[in-house]
């Protein structure tokens, strides 16, 4: 799975994006709302860990995911 972080302009907030292997867009969400979005794709109990890795990570840069 990645992470991409995707920088928001003017009115429009911070995204995030999660894709698959094939890079399939699994999830897409605010950075400030992750909750209802990691729940529904079942990674609700990674939530935590995947925001650590997403404040950390600079806008447009892709990183693999090892969960």
């Given at each position: 799975?990645?992470?991409?972080?995707?920088?928001?302009?003017a009115k429009i907030p911070d995204y995030?994006?999660?894709r698959d292997?094939?890079?399939?867009?699994?999830a897409y969400f605010r950075v400030d709302r992750p909750e209802k979005?990691?729940?529904?794709?079942?990674?609700?109990?990674?939530?935590e860990h995947i925001?650590?890795?997403v404040q950390e990570l600079?806008?447009?840069q892709i990183l693999k995911l090892e969960l």
């Open positions: 799975m990645y992470i991409i972080k995707v920088k928001g302009v995030v994006q999660l292997e094939q890079f399939t867009l699994l979005s990691l729940d529904k794709i079942g990674l609700g109990e990674h939530a925001m650590k890795l600079p806008f447009g």
